[in-house]
């Protein structure tokens, strides 16, 4: 189970801080299509080198989402993996800046992980 929080202003006209159709396609089509009936050590690059733990799984979405999630006006503020009833991960999505002259980027960290 996927769970991705955003953030941002409500927008006056719609009442909605993010189109939440758009928001699914988003997560459908860089998330779920890549991620569906693969073996991740082989069909993705990334955890070619990375193990895929739900951590870094869910710190890779985070990185995958960062981008597009912006691009529809809103941030990424949290990804959610979570493995079982017990067992999940949370990501926290952050914005920072390098210097004056550089645009923002994300900084995914991991900041909690439980097991019940």
Known sequence: HLEVTVTGEID????????L???????DDYV?????????NKD???FARVVPTAENIALHIGNLLQQPIQEVGTQLEKIKLIE???NSCE???RQSTQNS???????????????R
């Open 12 to 19: 006056s006209r719609t009442g909605m801080l993010v189109d």
């Open 84 to 86: 079982s009833p017990n």
């Open 32 to 40: 779920a299509e890549p991620f569906d009936h693969s073996f991740l």
């Open 21 to 27: 159709g758009a928001l699914q396609k988003l997560v």
């Open 44 to 46: 993705i690059s990334y």
């Open 101 to 115: 002259t550089t645009t923002q980027h994300s900084e995914p960290a991991l900041t909690n992980a439980s097991s």
């Open 91 to 93: 990501v926290y999505c």
